[in-house]
């Protein structure tokens, strides 16, 4: 009796698998190339600056174009930035405090030019020594590090005391360096942790200091970063209170991301 009924399951199953087998499923279509190829959404026409002139991309907000501060404000007055402005380059004064924009921003693509004077003075931190705060809080070190030794995670393009450059691309005293910066703002978590860390990428004279690092918390010059929740913020520049000559500034100009 046990024969017969393993014989009769076993019947059943052949069938049933034989049945499968029969089963015919629609065959994938073949990929063409146009199934990966996607049309839309077509990037928006962004129309590039003047190769001579170094103007700003057409969906640019130019932060400053030579002509006057006006979307810049003293951090220490709140009133109109009051560095010196002269010849369609504006530098920093040393009696003033720093300067920061008016508008504030989330993430962004900033391009700002700097240049340390000539005739400048002073050694490792206290030479040529400024910053670019973005949204205010996280520094990207600007100093003039041509044959000028100091901490490395201290030096030109670090995200100070975070993260050391991937080179040192200065140009000479009197010339100009330029700083095209992508920065990616944080997202927090309601207790007040980086849900999304901020990013930066820092390139000098067209050389990559930095290549998409994660900022690990606010800028201090004593003591580790700290994680403080926020929302936009502005570009700040710093007046660095060492005696050397103080760094001048020219077309900058920001885009939103
Ligand atoms: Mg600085």
Same mark, same amino acid.
Request: hydrophobic letters at 35%.
């Given at each position: 009796? +046990?024969?017969?009924?393993? !014989?009769?399951?076993?019947?059943?199953?052949? =069938?049933?698998? !034989?049945?499968?087998?029969?089963?015919?499923?629609?065959? %994938?279509?073949?990929?063409?190339?146009?199934?990966?190829?996607?049309?839309?959404?077509?990037?928006?026409?962004?129309?590039?600056?003047?190769?001579?002139?170094?103007?700003? %991309?057409?969906?640019?907000?130019?932060?400053?174009? $030579?002509?006057?501060? !006006?979307?810049?404000?003293?951090?220490?007055?709140?009133?109109?930035?009051?560095?010196?402005?002269?010849?369609?380059?504006?530098?920093?004064?040393?009696? +003033?405090?720093?300067?920061?924009?008016?508008?504030?921003?989330?993430?962004?693509?900033?391009?700002?030019?700097?240049?340390?004077?000539?005739?400048?003075?002073?050694?490792?931190?206290?030479?040529?020594? !400024?910053? =670019?705060?973005l949204?205010?809080?996280?520094?990207?070190?600007?100093?003039?590090?041509y044959n000028?030794e100091?901490?490395?995670? $201290?030096?030109?393009?670090?995200?100070? +005391?975070?993260?050391?450059?991937?080179?040192?691309?200065?140009?000479?005293?009197?010339?100009?360096?330029?700083?095209?910066?992508?920065?990616?703002?944080?997202?927090?978590?309601?207790?007040?942790?980086?849900?999304?860390?901020?990013?930066?990428t820092?390139?000098?004279n067209?050389?990559?200091?930095?290549?998409?690092?994660?900022?690990?918390?606010t800028?201090?010059?004593?003591?580790?970063?700290?994680?403080?929740?926020?929302?936009?913020?502005?570009?700040?520049?710093?007046?660095? $209170?060492?005696?050397?000559?103080?760094?001048?500034?020219?077309?900058?100009?920001?885009?939103?991301?």
């Amino acid at each position: 009796m +046990k024969k017969l009924i393993f !014989s009769a399951l076993a019947l059943a199953m052949a =069938v049933s698998v !034989s049945a499968q087998e029969k089963k015919e499923y629609p065959k %994938p279509e073949a990929m063409r190339p146009a199934m990966t190829e996607f049309w839309t959404p077509q990037p928006k026409v962004v129309t590039p600056g003047d190769i001579k002139t170094n103007s700003a %991309p057409s969906d640019a907000i130019v932060l400053f174009d $030579g002509s006057n501060l !006006s979307a810049w404000k003293s951090c220490k007055t709140g009133g109109e930035a009051d560095w010196k402005l002269e010849d369609g380059v504006f530098t920093v004064d040393k009696t +003033k405090g720093d300067i920061e924009t008016k508008q504030h921003f989330g993430s962004f693509q900033l391009h700002i030019e700097w240049r340390v004077p000539e005739n400048i003075t002073g050694s490792s931190q206290a030479r040529g020594n !400024s910053g =670019v705060f973005l949204q205010g809080i996280y520094e990207i070190q600007i100093l003039d590090c041509y044959n000028n030794e100091t901490y490395a995670n $201290g030096q030109t393009g670090s995200v100070y +005391k975070q993260i050391i450059p991937l080179a040192n691309a200065m140009r000479k005293p009197g010339e100009w360096n330029v700083y095209d910066i992508i920065y990616s703002a944080p997202v927090f978590n309601a207790d007040g942790t980086y849900k999304v860390a901020p990013t930066v990428t820092v390139i000098q004279n067209g050389i990559v200091l930095i290549n998409h690092y994660t900022i690990r918390g606010t800028t201090e010059y004593i003591g580790h970063p700290q994680v403080r929740p926020h929302g936009d913020g502005p570009i700040r520049l710093q007046m660095h $209170g060492d005696p050397s000559e103080p760094i001048s500034f020219r077309n900058i100009w920001i885009r939103e991301m």
